[in-house]
């Protein structure tokens, strides 16, 4: 079972950037869709990004668009997630969850195979 393990959260002000990464243990990386979710506080879980296999396609939440990018290196088993002008409503444990299947939009509630722990990420105003 492939594990996932990220990376690069921490404490940012309000206006800066961090770039989060998530190891996936295996060989057969490039066959998963990855994604992005977050948990704030007293929230639920919600969707921030996905990439397909190739990383030709991605979805972003509209709460993110513009200001996330996610991306991948399937050679490095490694997707990342590029955080710019950060606000204190991001602040969220950021998990990375990987799904066999094709590329699909967050509406359709896609089925995650694994998750990683999580890392926090904390801006202050």
């Known amino acids: 079972q492939v594990q996932l393990v990220e990376s690069g959260g921490g404490l940012v002000q309000a206006g800066g950037s961090l770039k989060l990464s998530c190891v996936s243990s295996g060989r057969i990386f490039a066959t998963y869709v990855m994604g992005w979710f977050r948990q704030a506080p007293g929230k639920e879980r919600e969707f921030v990004a996905a990439i397909s296999q190739s990383g030709s396609g991605t979805f972003y939440s509209d709460s993110v668009k513009g200001r996330f990018t996610i991306s991948r290196d399937n050679a490095k088993n490694t997707v990342y997630l590029q955080m710019n002008s950060l606000n204190p409503e991001d602040a969220a444990v950021y998990y990375c969850?990987?799904?066999?299947?094709?590329?699909?939009?967050?509406?359709?509630?896609?089925?995650?195979?694994?998750w990683g722990q999580g890392t926090q990420v904390i801006v202050s105003s």
């Open positions: 969850a990987a799904r066999f299947g094709a590329l699909v939009p967050p509406t359709q509630n896609p089925t995650y195979n694994a």
